[in-house]
């Protein structure tokens, strides 16, 4: 089946930032945080950082036809290379970028990157694990910073994907995420994660995701079996996707692989075999997942 990868991190090197502090570059795909933790960022196959060809190598391996590369301060903010890295290869990588509201001189670096650079799409990561409110106060995702930002992404027609961090933290805020979703109806919202379930989840998972059955809102799958913990061929995550289908349907679902990270403990083939694989979900459903929602959403940008 033909794909679209809709979530992946180009690391021209690797240095990051979470609640545990900056991330300093080990070599060979590691970093070391203050708080004195090594970490694994890329896995050791694929070397000490991921280049656009490396992207566009594992994209022609596995029949990708594009992939959306997508910002995280878990390696660093990339903004400019993956900038860089679309213009490069623009029938094949299209660049997201990523602000920090707190900065100073925000307007200045979004008029940069969305006005002079013309990038389309913005990723706000707001976890309090390696996203905005890792080093900054809880911000509400329906409160006035966040809806100053929300009407200039309306005003520019950007796209923006938002990652809302996990269940049971301050970041998690589905209540005001719906109510920001409804109060601009004309920006396409793609929440990462598919809401970020942790396993044995599933009412309050079902719970959540009624609430953003929206027009405008969509959800991307990537690291979900991650999140989940869930061995391949990840069969509690096929539950959860399928009920996500039952509640916003399949055109709201996008396929993403979260890679370099996500393949720690997973193979880039597992990322879409077992969707492609699954007993309950239809041809319809697998197609709409990898292919045809980002096609529809995206494939003017190229």
């Not at 990537?222 to 959860?240: G, H, M, V, W």
């Amino acid at each position: 089946m033909k794909k679209i990868d809709c979530h992946m991190h180009l690391i021209e090197n690797i240095h990051g930032m979470s609640s545990r502090g900056y991330l300093r570059d080990l070599g060979n795909g590691c970093g070391i945080y203050e708080t004195g933790d090594i970490v694994r960022i890329i896995p050791e196959e694929y070397g000490a950082c991921v280049t656009p060809e490396l992207l566009i190598d594992i994209m022609n391996q596995n029949d990708v036809e594009f992939g959306i590369m997508l910002q995280g301060h878990y390696a660093g903010v990339q903004n400019l290379y993956s900038y860089e890295a679309m213009k490069k290869y623009p029938n094949r990588l299209i660049a997201s970028a990523m602000i920090d509201p707190f900065y100073r001189k925000n307007k200045e670096i979004r008029k940069n990157l969305f006005e002079n650079l013309n990038i389309k799409i913005i990723k706000m990561e707001m976890s309090n694990s390696s996203g905005i409110m890792c080093n900054h106060p809880t911000v509400d995702l329906n409160g006035e910073i966040m809806n100053e930002l929300y009407s200039y992404i309306e005003d520019k027609k950007l796209i923006l994907f938002i990652d809302i961090g996990r269940p049971n933290n301050d970041c998690y805020q589905i209540d005001a995420i719906k109510d920001a979703i409804i109060n601009h109806p004309n920006i396409t919202f793609i929440i990462c994660h598919l809401i970020a379930p942790q396993g044995n989840d599933l009412d309050l998972f079902k719970e959540n995701i009624n609430k953003l059955k929206l027009n405008n809102c969509y959800f991307d799958i990537a690291s979900l079996y991650n999140n989940i913990k869930d061995p391949y061929p990840f069969l509690e995550t096929q539950k959860y996707i399928k009920e996500a289908i039952n509640i916003v349907g399949s055109n709201k679902i996008l396929w993403g692989t979260d890679f370099p990270s996500a393949m720690k403990n997973n193979s880039y083939k597992d990322s879409y075999k077992y969707i492609e694989e699954s007993n309950i979900l239809n041809d319809e459903e697998k197609t709409n997942i990898l292919y045809n929602n980002a096609k529809s959403l995206f494939g003017d940008l190229l």
